[in-house]
């Protein structure tokens, strides 16, 4: 009596973890087929105003020629506090960089992902102070996830260059250089007119990304076990879902050109924290070279990834490996 109990509460089980792994199937089917025009970009463009003036400016996009050198990409959520001192060094870096060479032009967007505090009155006294053209905010009005503010940013950004950046200043901005002299070198090998490659960069597709990965061995020893174990888990779902390559998808810092942008952010679908490990898989499919490259990082108090936002991760990911893989998500190679 006591094994016919034993044997029936077994099938029990395994009938309601086979019902829950189809209802799972079907669910990430159906979300997957729900997001397969999130890469169309309807929505109108966002208003660029200048708080000295209270004009408004001409709002650029990713198909336009380059006006700046380099743009920088800032997402910031609930930032109020960490923002500020990000900004003052990334601000004092450009501006000193743009004093010794006069072909050094940049511009930061700051994207205001539907905070809560004083994130937007941060960033428009950065306008004040820096000018328009210096310094831009776009404001989601809602939390729409991080991806979805770098996707963003990158769509209405003028650089030839354009890197993503984090509000927290956890990598140091003159590793920049390091990204872009890896670019510049792999477009020069792939630049085979004689014109100027300054000029020719922007239509050169290349990516860089910065990477944490040296960094492992010191974090493994001090972060606590079951968050090794989380990680260690995700890392093994971000390689069957965009294959080996790239140590480290999610670090904060990553360089594209403007042509490498412009074939990833009109394509990306997910939103929030596992977009990252999406460029990635797009970047192999569009075969852009990808670079990675060590940067100094530090760890900053305040950061808002949690094993809620794990969870978070691998429910996109199966999202997105489902959705390219059976064709729900196609991909566009539009040029202009």
Not at 21 to 34: C, D, H, K, P, Q
Request: with cysteine.
């Amino acid at each position: 009596m006591e094994t016919w109990g034993w044997s029936t509460m077994l099938q029990f089980t395994l009938i309601l973890a086979l019902v829950f792994g189809l209802g799972l199937a079907v669910a990430i089917v159906i979300e997957s087929f729900r997001r397969r025009f999130n890469h169309s970009h309807l929505e109108a463009h966002p208003i660029f105003e200048d708080p000295n003036s209270l004009k408004q400016v001409n709002c650029p996009y990713i198909y336009d020629p380059a006006e700046k050198y380099i743009s920088l990409i800032v997402p910031a959520y609930n930032e109020e506090l960490r923002l500020p001192g990000a900004l003052d060094e990334t601000m004092n870096y450009l501006q000193e960089r743009a004093g010794k060479d006069q072909s050094f032009t940049y511009e930061v967007i700051i994207v205001d992902d539907g905070s809560k505090d004083g994130t937007k009155r941060v960033a428009f006294d950065f306008v004040r102070r820096y000018k328009v053209d210096n310094v831009r905010v776009v404001l989601l009005g809602k939390n729409q996830g991080k991806g979805e503010a770098i996707r963003k940013g990158m769509l209405h950004s003028r650089g030839k260059l354009l890197l993503m950046l984090d509000a927290d200043g956890a990598t140091k901005v003159d590793d920049m250089e390091k990204l872009e002299n890896q670019i510049l070198a792999v477009a020069k090998v792939k630049h085979q007119s004689a014109g100027d490659l300054s000029e020719a960069i922007q239509d050169i597709p290349v990516v860089a990304f910065g990477s944490r990965a040296h960094l492992e061995k010191k974090a493994l020893a001090t972060r606590k076990w079951y968050r090794n174990l989380l990680m260690k888990g995700f890392h093994v779902v971000v390689l069957l879902t965009a294959g080996p390559g790239v140590r480290d998808t999610q670090c904060g810092f990553k360089m594209f050109t403007r042509a490498a942008a412009r074939k990833l952010f009109t394509n990306i679908r997910l939103k929030r924290w596992c977009f990252d490990v999406e460029l990635v898989y797009l970047s192999k499919y569009f075969k852009i070279p990808i670079i990675e490259i060590s940067v100094t990082w530090s760890e900053i108090p305040g950061s808002k990834v949690s094993a809620l936002s794990i969870l978070n991760m691998l429910w996109e990911m199966s999202l997105m490996s489902v959705g390219y893989r059976i064709g729900i998500w196609k991909i566009s190679n539009r040029e202009s």
